[in-house]
């Protein structure tokens, strides 16, 4: 009796560590599934979408991003900080018109978002700015950006590189 006792919690152990590698290889397939698309990222009440960062050139230190923001809640909001581990340093940049018709950047404390409206960073315009990239990023690459929003909290875009704004 014994022996079946010891074989039957044999099967079943074999049968618990299938369950668990089939359950861990799938939960690995649908993640790398999700890693690098454009489609756009919701968190409460937040959506990004047309996401993408310019390609580092050469052995540059820093690189521009753009994304829209549509704040879909009932309550405004403000973004606040943008982190990413792929670089020292993200900031969001406000560009205009300066004296003599030269173009100019200023980094922003935050960018408000009105409920219901939307607010991009667009190439030529308002931008965020990556600078002392950890390594070279490259056209197809993936970058988690960690964006820090008032009342939505933080949400986290895996924002692909590309060479050209893929979103013309």
Do not use: C
């Given at each position: 009796?014994?022996?079946?006792?010891?074989?039957?919690?044999?099967?079943?152990?074999a049968?618990?560590?299938?369950?668990?590698?089939?359950?861990?290889?799938?939960?690995?397939?649908?993640?790398?599934?999700?890693?690098?698309?454009?489609?756009?990222?919701?968190?409460?009440?937040?959506?990004?979408?047309?996401?993408?960062?310019?390609?580092?050139?050469?052995?540059?230190?820093?690189?521009?991003g753009?994304?829209t923001?549509?704040?879909?809640?009932?309550?405004?909001?403000?973004?606040?900080?943008?982190?990413?581990?792929?670089?020292?340093?993200?900031?969001?940049?406000?560009t205009?018109?300066?004296?003599?018709?030269?173009?100019?950047?200023?980094?922003?404390?935050?960018?408000?978002?009105?409920?219901?409206?939307?607010?991009?960073?667009?190439?030529g315009?308002?931008?965020?700015?990556?600078?002392?990239?950890?390594a070279?990023?490259?056209a197809?690459?993936?970058?988690?950006?960690?964006?820090?929003?008032?009342?939505?909290?933080?949400?986290?875009v895996?924002?692909?590189?590309?060479?050209?704004?893929?979103?013309?």
């Amino acid at each position: 009796m014994a022996t079946m006792e010891l074989l039957a919690n044999a099967i079943r152990a074999a049968y618990v560590r299938f369950v668990m590698r089939s359950l861990f290889t799938f939960l690995i397939f649908l993640l790398a599934l999700g890693v690098g698309n454009a489609r756009p990222s919701f968190a409460a009440d937040v959506e990004i979408s047309k996401a993408w960062l310019r390609a580092s050139i050469g052995q540059s230190n820093v690189t521009a991003g753009y994304f829209t923001i549509q704040n879909i809640g009932d309550q405004d909001d403000r973004l606040l900080k943008i982190q990413t581990s792929a670089a020292v340093k993200a900031e969001m940049h406000a560009t205009s018109m300066g004296e003599g018709g030269m173009m100019r950047m200023r980094p922003m404390d935050d960018l408000a978002i009105s409920a219901g409206e939307s607010a991009s960073f667009r190439a030529g315009g308002d931008h965020i700015m990556l600078t002392g990239l950890v390594a070279p990023i490259k056209a197809g690459d993936s970058i988690d950006l960690t964006l820090t929003f008032e009342h939505a909290g933080d949400v986290v875009v895996a924002i692909p590189v590309a060479r050209r704004n893929p979103f013309p």
